[in-house]
């Protein structure tokens, strides 16, 4: 290893901001003959990792074009002066001074022997720290955290092509390793922080540095302790940065490997991380998509843990030990069954965030309370997804209340300050229950419960919020961009390719209205991948009152369920619980739930009897219809004055002859009994009179 003095830090302090992901590598062979004297072994790393697009990358660069992954192509001067921005977009400038898109001309030029290419790739690196002195920088992105830390590691692989490393390239690493010191300038609570200290370490190592590389590795330690729990999940707020992170913390026990130092204790939580990686996987192979995760992202396959289970629908990987997850910082996730019970499109799956602020998490949203759910193969409930590092509008809009399945209370702000705790969360084999409460609203309190009964796929979801003065609280439901939806009283039904939904409100009916791409103010959008907004429709349902509760329930829609099979047909509070009985085609199911625990239960469906008796006939017709269009069975009795009569029904119909009466007027009353699936009923009593020519008229 080649020796390099520490200096004295210098620091350009810069606040840290948000920017979107960095891109997976795509796997290939390397193109750099294993054991080559000028790959330095801490040349490793996302972006530094070789794949199938280097040779064409190489070749773009060396003709003056470049491209950064998920950006199009774009044609740099001959000279740059690091203020382009042709995208218009904070995170290409961010990548842009990461100088990591420029490692194609070192691996494609080590192994063709193309000094050419070797030429080029210094040559910008040369023309980037001389454009960019610490002391006049031209962009904000020049001397920029996460920013540094990728370009040291760039240092790095491109000191190792030098016999003699000159004097221009010693300097940029001094300089780098003084920044990336500097305690004022680090980000000591996320992944910005983290790639600080991998940068530092890399430089560290690579030039045998103990100041450096024991810095760095202190630091990454204490950043460990904060950023992932012992559950294994990070403080991101994000589905997409746990993955991220789990693979950059990875990348740290590998650099710490080829440096010859000793793994510190902390490491060991990232054994941990994989498991909210498997929960957090739907059916169909995308991440669920809460915080900063695209909302078509697909989930990242991790070799030999459940994380590789659910990215691989159950093909390869151990499976996970249970279908109800619940994770300290803020996310619980319900599943019906794992693939070896039941197939891919015949799963549901619910989810729902709670817990610590937004200020707290730097890649979440304005998501508290907010829901999931994905069933028979489809989508059903939506995330908005990140949009990306252009900000903006659709970036305010993604990060807030009005994009997630959540509530909104009209007047009132969104509190990014207030933590959301779990207050329950209990699971059975018939349903799971979270309960979250929550003051993000200032001035009123806000206790959300969502029971999915997994049994027959349904999603409950109960909001009720108090607040000092009259004002309408809004139930926001995200719905796929390809639905069509119609509403009517305490009802809305979509309809499109795949599995469809019905949203069903107890008590009396919320005003309903639907919106898709409005923009001012901006509701009804989603980003389905970085950069990409397609106008989605937000259905809202609305009730006035310093009291509201609204109980919504969710019902999947196959092929073979139609909107006339879905119907709420009771509600009904005993104490504390509350009990809803909905049919599903021909069966009428019963969940009961408080605000801890929830019961599903097949109950008999309700029924409507009716009785008449055409003039001049001397028998009654009677016609038992079930609300669950099953066909009613058992036993009618029919009462004239003293006189009772029983008639068994065939096809819920039955005809009563009446018995022989004297002259007079006489209450006729008739009771369906009931049977193994159908409550008993009665129909309206009727007065008949039978005249002195005993005749029975109406």
């Known amino acids: 290893m080649r020796a390099l003095a520490a200096g004295v830090v210098i620091a350009l302090c810069l606040s840290a901001g948000g920017v979107g992901s960095i891109a997976a590598p795509a796997g290939a062979e390397s193109t750099v003959p294993i054991g080559d004297p000028r790959t330095d072994p801490q040349c490793m790393g996302d972006n530094y990792t070789p794949t199938d697009r280097d040779a064409d990358r190489a070749a773009d660069l060396m003709a003056g074009r470049m491209t950064i992954t998920p950006y199009g192509p774009w044609t740099m001067p001959p000279d740059p002066d690091w203020t382009e921005d042709p995208f218009q977009n904070s995170n290409w400038v961010f990548q842009y001074h ?32 001389v454009d960019n002195p610490v002391d006049a920088p031209p962009s904000r992105f020049s001397w920029y955290d996460m920013a540094d830390g990728f370009r040291a590691i760039g240092l790095v692989c491109l000191a190792a092509t030098y016999v003699t490393e000159p004097d221009w390239l010693t300097a940029a690493i001094q300089t780098h390793a003084q920044m990336l010191s500097d305690p004022t300038r680090y980000a000591s609570n996320g992944n910005h922080g983290l790639y600080q200290n991998l940068g530092l370490l890399a430089l560290g190592c690579s030039l045998n540095v103990p100041a450096w590389r024991d810095l760095a590795v202190q630091r990454a330690q204490q950043l460990l302790e904060i950023a992932v729990d012992a559950e294994g ?6 589905v997409l940065y746990q993955t991220l992170n789990h693979r950059w913390y990875l990348q740290l026990g590998t650099r710490l490997d080829r440096c010859g130092l000793p793994r510190f204790p902390q490491l060991d939580r990232i054994d941990a991380m994989p498991d909210l990686m498997a929960h957090a996987t739907q059916p169909d192979g995308n991440m669920v998509a809460f915080g900063d995760t695209s909302a078509e992202q697909r989930a990242t396959s991790v070799p030999g843990t459940v994380a590789e289970y659910a990215a691989s629908g159950g093909r390869s ?15 619980a996730f319900s599943r019906s069954g794992w693939f070896d019970t039941e197939a891919a499109n015949q799963q549901s799956l619910a989810s729902i965030r709670f817990g610590a602020p937004k200020t707290t998490a730097i890649h979440g949203h304005e998501d508290a309370g907010a829901v999931g759910f994905f069933a028979y193969g489809s989508q059903l409930l939506w995330q908005p997804g990140l949009w990306g590092g252009a900000g903006g509008r659709e970036r305010a809009y993604v990060l807030s209340d009005k994009a997630h399945n959540a509530i909104g209370i009209a007047g009132r702000d969104y509190d990014r300050t207030v933590a959301s705790p779990l207050i329950a969360a209990s699971g059975t084999d018939a349903a799971d229950l979270v309960t979250v409460q929550s003051g993000v609203y200032r001035g009123a309190t806000w206790q959300r419960t969502m029971v999915h009964a997994k049994g027959v796929h349904l ?10 003065t009259r004002r309408s609280v809004l139930q926001r439901w995200q719905l796929g961009a390809d639905r069509l939806v119609t509403t009517g009283c305490g009802r809305a039904d979509t309809e499109g390719p795949g599995a469809d939904v019905t949203l069903l409100w107890s008590d009396d009916c919320p005003r309903l209205t639907v919106t898709t791409g409005q923009t001012s103010p901006m509701l009804g959008w989603r980003s389905p991948r970085t950069n990409e907004f397609v106008a989605a429709p937000t259905l809202v349902a609305r009730r006035t009152d310093r009291q509201v509760r609204m109980t919504t329930v969710i019902v999947p829609r196959f092929a073979a369920r139609g909107p006339e099979d879905v119907q709420l047909l009771r509600t009904m509070d005993t104490g504390d619980r509350r009990l809803l009985d909905i049919r599903l085609d021909h069966r009428v199911v019963r969940i009961g739930f408080s605000s801890t625990g929830a019961t599903v239960e097949d109950v008999r469906s309700p029924s409507r009897t009716r009785a008449r008796m055409e003039p001049g006939a001397d028998a009654l017709a009677v016609r038992v219809t079930a609300a669950s269009r099953v066909t009613a069975h058992g036993w009618v009795r029919v009462r004239v004055g003293d006189r009772t009569r029983y008639r068994r029904l065939h096809d819920g119909r039955a005809e009563v002859r009446m018995p022989h009466l004297s002259a007079g007027r006489y209450r006729i009353r ?21 005249r002195p020519a005993a005749a029975l008229e109406r």
């Open 98 to 129: 990461s100088l990591h898109w420029l490692d194609p001309l070192r691996r494609v030029g080590l192994a063709t022997n193309n000094q050419d290419m070797l030429d080029r790739y210094a040559a910008l690196v040369r023309d980037w720290v």
């Open 233 to 238: 999940v990070t403080n991101e707020g994000s």
């Open 317 to 331: 990987g151990p499976r996970p030990d249970r279908t109800f997850a619940v994770f300290q910082r803020g996310y």
């Open 459 to 468: 999603l409950v979801v109960d909001d009720q919020v108090s607040q000092p």
């Open 670 to 690: 008739t009771t369906y009994l009931g049977g193994d699936r159908v409550l008993p009923s009665r129909a309206p009593a009727r007065t008949y009179v039978v």
